[in-house]
C-alpha cells in the first residue's frame, strides 16, 4: 500500500474490514481455517453500508474476492487477480482484487511477475489518489 503507519491506522482513511469477526481456529498442519459461512451474510453487506466514502475495496484473499465479485463463478485466485484490470474498471466502488498477505504465497508471487510489475504500482497510485482528496 506504501502509507505510513498513522495512515493506515487512521479510521477516517482507512477501513480493515474481516470477512468473519472471530478467529475460526486452525487445521491439522497449523493453517487457519476458513472464515465461517454464517459470518459475512450476517453482518458485512450493512457495515459496508454504513462506511462514508468507500471508493476503493481492496478484495484480499480469495473468500473476499467470491463475496465481492459475486458472478466471477469458480475462478481460481490467480485467474481472478490476473484480471485486476477488468475488475477495477466495472466495478463501484473500484476493487482491487490481491493474494492474501502471507509467507505462503511467497511463491506464487514469484511465479507471477506481472503482479509486483503491474498490479503493485497501480494499486499505490489508486490508494494515493484517494488518500489526498480526504
Not at 475460526?24 to 465461517?36: E, H, I, N, T, V
Not at 484480499?60 to 474476492?65: D, E, L, N
Amino acid at each position: 500500500m506504501e502509507v505510513d503507519e498513522d495512515t493506515f491506522y487512521d479510521r477516517r482513511k482507512v477501513a480493515i474490514v474481516p470477512m468473519g469477526f472471530c478467529f475460526p481456529g486452525q487445521d491439522a498442519r497449523g493453517a487457519d481455517l476458513p472464515p465461517r459461512r454464517e459470518c459475512a451474510p450476517a453482518w458485512r453487506g450493512s457495515l459496508i453500508d454504513r462506511l462514508d466514502r468507500v471508493t476503493l475495496l481492496l478484495a484480499v484473499g480469495a473468500y473476499a474476492q467470491r463475496w465481492h465479485l459475486r458472478g466471477s463463478g469458480r475462478r481460481s485466485l490467480t485467474e481472478i487477480v490476473r484480471g485486476w484490470r477488468q475488475i477495477v474498471r466495472t466495478t463501484d466502488p473500484m476493487i482491487i482484487p490481491l493474494p492474501h498477505p502471507s509467507w505462503r504465497n511467497n511463491a506464487w508471487i514469484k511465479k507471477n511477475p506481472w503482479f509486483d510489475a503491474e498490479l503493485i504500482p497501480f494499486l499505490r497510485s489508486e490508494i494515493a489518489a484517494r488518500l489526498d482528496t480526504i
